[in-house]
């Protein structure tokens, strides 16, 4: 597997053939979460927290304290770790039902190659003035499950479509609870 670096540029540029690449890897989870998934997830929690110490809250003026940073960063990277265990999740359970395989290494490939631009998008949490490029370039997280989905989780082409849509409808949901914690004061 290249580096995380690579990976990353490869998914966000070159996403059809890094998919197809993806799907004839074999990888282990852990490898996934711990050269992927984590260092991805920690990027946007740390600009979130010292954007809140320097510039403040989404829904406050005030500075937070090192405290409520430090607490901000924590509880921010397990709801985005959450996020994409709860949407590999789902895409594993859904499989079946269109025709597709119940793998859920592949799920796990699909929901941390696909959320790429929404991890790195969140670095932009360092002010909450940006709050709207980060929602934008995120949904193109949206398009990257549309490409990957059919691929990894071998969904036949005529009920790759609805597979698609229902993930899509679940991942925005996900999404949505996940920006929740940006008006949590700590």
Do not use: C
């Not at 989404?58 to 990277?77: D, K």
């Not at 793998?103 to 696909?114: E, G, I, P, T």
């Not at 490029?133 to 949206?142: C, E, H, N, Q």
């Not at 082409?157 to 609870?177: E, S």
Request: no cysteine; hydrophobic share 55%.
């Amino acid at each position: 597997m290249e580096t995380m670096i690579g990976r990353a540029k490869d998914i966000l540029f070159e996403p059809r053939p890094t998919f197809k690449e993806v799907d004839t890897e074999f990888t282990q989870s852990g490898t996934i979460w711990g050269k992927y998934v984590l260092p991805l997830a920690l990027l946007g929690p740390l600009a979130g927290a010292i954007g809140r110490v320097v510039f403040g809250g989404a829904l406050q003026s005030e500075r937070a304290s090192i405290n409520g940073a430090v607490m901000y960063f924590v509880v921010s990277v397990i709801v985005t770790l959450l996020a994409v265990f709860v949407l590999a999740q789902l895409i594993g359970l859904l499989a079946p039902g269109f025709g597709g395989q119940k793998n859920d290494v592949q799920a796990l490939k699909v929901a941390a190659y696909a959320s790429t631009p929404a991890l790195v998008a969140a670095v932009l949490n360092i002010h909450p003035m940006f709050w709207w490029l980060s929602a934008i370039i995120s949904l193109y997280s949206l398009y990257l499950l549309y490409l990957g989905l059919p691929v990894l989780m071998k969904v036949p082409k005529d009920r790759a479509m609805g597979y698609t849509a229902v993930v899509i409808i679940l991942a925005v949901v996900i999404f949505l609870l996940e920006r929740v914690k940006e008006y949590v004061r700590f």
